[in-house]
């Protein structure tokens, strides 16, 4: 028996096999849970409804989120008939339009971080808005966030606003939806080579020196997220609500972020 027998999971930002969204369906699909899948636009489906298929998934739409949100009020719908509740809701949404990434801070457009803003971070509170009465015995909503919330990563810019905001979201959401026995958390997964990541400049030196320095040593993938959100989305987490769970081979820990090795081979004086 799994541990997710019976629970529908909506699922919210698929691009292709190499998402940290594929990594979470696939630990839920292997768990028991009945999936139900969104992607971006029309361009990613020839990828995600294979994916989707190989999951069982009857329900599988577009859903752009830069518009009125009437894509989203239609993916709701569509759970709500087929199968009349949602127990777990991912929101593994993020954009920001390239120009507002890379260069300086200063330079992000107001335009570029209105749209980060929208799709990024308020997308998590319509969500939730429209998953609360689907889920009356209660649920777990998680969105997917990055320690460039926390502390500045070069090159993330308007992106680092927006998860710096979906955070934030993440614990009023959970103070809010708490009494109807919702619980909303977020994952700060480490650097992993998907989509999304690929168009962050610099990115690629970024996963090269991640498993130098990061405590355990190495990188992370999209499997990990997956049991991370596994545990999310069962029982196993039932007073969890309102945290920012780290899962980055602990890099979130550190202070200095040179290899102890090169550290230890510089000389003591100033000289």
């Known amino acids: 028996m799994g541990l997710l027998d019976g629970k529908v999971a909506l699922v919210f930002g698929l691009a292709n096999n190499r998402s940290i969204a594929w990594g979470i369906v696939q630990a839920l699909h292997e768990a028991g849970a009945t999936i139900a899948l969104s992607y971006a636009n029309e361009a990613l489906e020839r990828r995600v409804r294979p994916l989707g298929e190989e999951v ?6 577009e859903c752009d989120l830069s518009g009125d949100y009437s894509g989203l009020d ?16 991912v929101h593994a949404v993020a954009f920001a339009p390239r120009e507002d990434l890379g260069g300086r801070f200063i330079d992000v457009s107001r335009e570029g971080f209105h749209t980060a803003m929208d799709i990024s971070a308020y997308s998590l509170i319509a969500m939730a808005k429209r998953a609360e009465p689907l889920m009356p015995e209660g649920g777990s909503i998680m969105a997917m966030t990055y320690f460039a919330a926390e502390k500045v990563m070069p090159d993330y810019n308007a992106m680092a606003i927006a998860k710096a905001s979906l955070e934030t979201i993440t614990r009023y959401l959970a103070v809010d939806m708490g009494p109807s026995k919702i619980r909303v958390n977020a994952i700060s997964a480490g650097p992993i080579k998907t989509l999304a990541g690929a168009g962050i400049p610099g990115f690629r030196n970024l996963l090269r020196y991640f498993d130098k320095v990061a405590p355990l040593r190495e990188k ?3 499997e990990e997220v997956g049991q991370t959100a596994l545990f999310l989305a069962s029982d196993m987490s ?13 890099y979130n820990v550190l ?7 090169e550290l230890h081979g510089e000389s003591d004086s100033d000289d």
């Open 220 to 222: 992370v993938n999209i």
């Open 238 to 250: 039932t007073k969890v609500t309102g945290e920012i769970l780290h899962i980055d081979s602990g």
């Open 56 to 61: 069982g998934a009857e329900i599988i739409m």
């Open 74 to 89: 239609a993916v709701f719908e569509a759970v709500k008939e087929k199968y009349g509740k949602i127990d777990i809701l």
């Open 255 to 261: 202070g200095l972020t040179v290899p102890r090795e």
